[in-house]
């Protein structure tokens, strides 16, 4: 399998990885997730670390539920449990139209210490919620989001 392609869960260097790779995978490489709605990344595992995610085209239409249901906790940095397509419309990173588009999203996230508060705020036209509780999870901030060719991933930044 060529680098750089999108067939595992997570890739390490130039060859395939399987699951006894993944676990020797040093905690500085770039971890590869594969977006689904209303599914939780499993982000604690990488704190402070960069964590890549690949959000398949067919999610990125205005009719997304989550995005309806304003499933998004927080500014800037949010919570864990906040869906990922809703924060890129929130973040101004991505606008969602009526069609999905042709290729793919890759979007870095860095995971984060979970906060005391989230607040939440308007932007691009799209509310965010403030969350004041306990937070058992962990925190993400987008640190880019790039729309590219299907079937390759550009190398981390």
Known sequence: IPAGTYTHMKRVGDKPVDDAD???SRADEATLH?????VVLPLAEHMNALVEVLVPSRYLAADCKA???RRVWGSDVYTDDSDLVAVLAHTGHFKLKGAAPKS?????????PAQDAYTGSERSGFASRDWSG????VSFKV?????HSAGTVPPPQ
């Open 143 to 147: 640190e880019r989001c790039l729309q």
């Open 134 to 137: 306990a937070h058992k999870g």
């Open 104 to 112: 793919p999203l890759l979007v870095s996230l860095r995971v984060c």
């Open 67 to 69: 995005v309806k249901q």
């Open 34 to 38: 594969v977006y689904e709605p209303c």
């Open 22 to 24: 993944a676990k020797r």
